[in-house]
């Protein structure tokens, strides 16, 4: 049986301006990745030295907190089966020009700053960001009718 997770995704700023919302939540969705929690998300400084904290030391950390709040993000968590390794799978490689076709960064985006996209990368960092952006009441437990056909048995 395979292990059902949470992760989160933040579409970033570039994916706000660029009007490509729907476009990117459609990917996961048609995926059968269930939204268990969706909201707008004012990043502070604080939040970002948190997240971004394996990148403190990097020439580009300040353009990257500056960039992440140039507006508000979306912040989403999805469910599913695998969904840490399959949701990173659907969004692709962090350099967009190195991301394979058919992924959302290789698909809508040039740049490794402009990449329209976070999604957590291991179970640890996916339940420390679940804590760091969500509280518990903003993460639903709900059925959908197409679980039976989008799960089956679940293996
Ligand atoms: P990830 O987003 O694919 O997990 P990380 O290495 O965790 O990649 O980097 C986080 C984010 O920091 C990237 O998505 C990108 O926006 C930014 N970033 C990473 N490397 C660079 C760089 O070399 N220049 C500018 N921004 C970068
Ligand atoms: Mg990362």
Do not use: C, W
């Amino acid at each position: 049986m395979a292990d059902k997770q949470q992760t989160v995704v933040l579409l970033k700023p570039d994916a706000l301006q660029r009007d490509l919302l729907g476009q990117i939540v459609t990917r996961f969705e048609r995926k059968g990745l269930k939204i268990v929690a969706m909201k707008l998300i004012r990043l502070s400084e604080e939040m970002l030295e948190e997240h971004y904290s394996h990148l403190s030391d990097k020439p580009f950390f300040a353009s990257l907190k500056q960039f992440m709040m140039q507006t508000p993000v979306v912040g989403m968590v999805f469910e599913g089966y695998d969904a840490i390794a399959e949701v990173r799978k659907i969004v692709g490689s962090t350099n967009p020009r190195e991301a394979d076709a058919g992924t959302i960064r290789a698909d809508f985006s040039m740049t490794v700053p402009s990449n329209l996209i976070h999604a957590s990368d291991a179970p640890e960092t996916a339940a420390d960001e679940i804590k760091r952006f969500f509280t518990e009441e903003e993460i639903f437990d709900y059925e959908k009718i197409t679980d039976r056909y989008i799960f089956g048995e679940g293996v």
